[in-house]
């Protein structure tokens, strides 16, 4: 898989958020957030399983990204 390519795990709708868990070659399994307005939230946090991921990122928007 190129760098420049991801493979999208999953796709959530969570209190109005988006979840996107995601692979890259490069880092692992990692999630973004985008909130309702569109902006985009996340961390550069690697993880070694999608579910991993995907509990960090329900957690982020739980606690509002702290």
């Given at each position: ?52 991921a995907r509990e960090a990122g329900i957690s ?7």
């Amino acid at each position: 898989m190129p760098m420049n390519q991801l493979q999208i795990q999953s796709l959530s709708a969570i209190d109005g958020y988006i979840l996107l868990v995601f692979y890259t070659s490069g880092k692992c399994w990692q999630f973004r957030v985008i909130s309702p307005d569109g902006s985009v939230f996340g961390s550069e946090k690697i993880f070694y399983t999608p579910q991993a991921a995907r509990e960090a990122g329900i957690s982020w928007i739980g606690g509002g990204g702290a």
